[in-house]
Nanobody, 114 residues
Framework: QVHLVETGGGLEQPGGSLRLSCAAS????????MAWYRQAPGKQRELVAL???????NYADSVKGRFTISRDSTKNTMYLQMNNLKPEDTAVYYC????????WGQGTQVSVSS
């Protein structure tokens, strides 16, 4: 069973930046379309960004132009660079394949508040 571990969250002010990391226990990043998801309190989990083979990327409209997804398959790690953070970005962020096929990790909390 693949284990996914998300790190890098924290408390930031609006306009700030954070870089999230996703580590996997097995080599999966080069094999599958990978994605970052988020779940805000009282809301369903939503897909934020994904990266396909060939490093083609897609983003939710709400984060387009502010977030950048990338991966380093040699390190079994995926990243989400989040710039110009907004309060509505507050959520627990998760990584998984797209569509999600592995058990969800614990996620990393991102809080944006002044």
């Amino acid at each position: 069973q693949v284990h996914l571990v998300e790190t890098g969250g924290g408390l930031e002010q609006p306009g700030g930046s954070l870089r999230l990391s996703c580590a996997a226990s097995e080599t999966i990043f080069s094999q599958y379309t990978m994605a970052w998801y988020r779940q805000a309190p009282g809301k369903q989990r939503e897909l934020v960004a994904l990266i396909r083979r060939g490093d083609y990327t897609n983003y939710a409209d709400s984060v387009k132009g502010r977030f950048t997804i990338s991966r380093d398959s040699t390190k079994n790690t995926m990243y989400l660079q989040m710039n110009n953070l907004k309060p509505e970005d507050t959520a627990v962020y998760y990584c998984n394949t797209a569509p999600a096929q592995y058990s969800w990790g614990q996620g990393t909390q991102v809080s944006v508040s002044s």
